[in-house]
């Protein structure tokens, strides 16, 4: 039988954009395999924090890199994140590894170490794989078959991640996603930034179902050649 050949995806954009739901559920229907590259920095952040590292000492940082064996699970259904073993999918999510994450991800050894962590994952997804981030269209894949860009207002991604965050109030949601973003998009090491090559979509106003068409549509396009 004639395999179809993989099909990377790099989806990128702020938090609050709807890149988790979105990217899970385009790779669910294509049968595709998902990567949260958030979730990768968050649990290097993780391990910082709980071995006692300097979060305000790049060079500490930098030189503990290299010691957290990070596993993704890439089912998109059902993805996972262990730290040398250890379920870390609900610690990483906690507002002190939020609060802390774009200062450990800014650190160049951080990225390198992520990033190749990244590639040898999606070249290894048979199917092809979404993978979803800040600098996945720029950085890490810039050879991605369909390169998405999601934005959304301020407004709308803090009322989103409130949601999620169930009931936290969304002035100080704002102000937080605002910093991180501030943060995440002016680091010196792969920003958060657009590809040129980049398909943009604005979800303000759209419902998840329809951004998930919007991306299935454009994947499928993409696949038959147009
Ligand atoms: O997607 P998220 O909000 O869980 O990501 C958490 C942080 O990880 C984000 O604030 C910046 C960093 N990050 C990054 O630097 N590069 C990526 N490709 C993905 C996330």
């Known amino acids: 039988m004639e395999s179809a050949t993989p099909v990377i995806v790099a989806i990128d ?19 595709l395999s998902y990567l949260d590259t958030g979730a990768q920095y968050r649990a290097i952040t993780w391990w910082m924090v709980s071995n006692g590292i300097d979060i305000g000492d790049p060079s500490a940082i930098a030189a503990a890199a290299g010691k957290p064996e990070i596993v993704s699970g890439t089912d998109p259904q059902g993805p996972t994140i262990t730290v040398d073993g250890v379920d870390v999918a609900a610690p990483i999510r906690t507002q002190e590894v939020s609060s802390k994450v774009s200062a450990v991800s800014a650190v160049p050894e951080v990225r390198a170490r992520i990033t190749e962590l990244q590639r ?40 989103r991640r409130s949601g999620e ?3 936290s109030d969304v002035h100080s949601t704002r102000e937080a996603l605002i910093k991180r973003d501030a943060a995440d ?8 930034a657009k590809a040129d090559d980049a398909v943009e979509v604005d979800t303000t106003e759209l419902t998840l179902a329809q ?3 919007c991306v299935v549509t454009l994947v499928e396009e993409k696949r038959a050649g147009k």
């Open 13 to 31: 954009g702020p938090a609050g954009t709807g890149k988790s739901s979105t990217s899970k559920a385009v790779a669910a229907q294509l049968g």
């Open 120 to 159: 040898s994952i999606a070249a290894s997804a048979e199917q092809g794989i979404v993978v979803e981030g800040r600098d996945i269209g720029t950085t890490v894949l810039p050879d991605a078959d369909l390169k998405i860009f999601l934005t959304a207002s301020p407004e709308a991604r803090a009322a």
């Open 165 to 167: 965050l169930k009931g």
């Open 185 to 192: 998009s002016s680091r010196k090491t792969s920003p958060l």
């Open 211 to 213: 951004v998930i068409e």
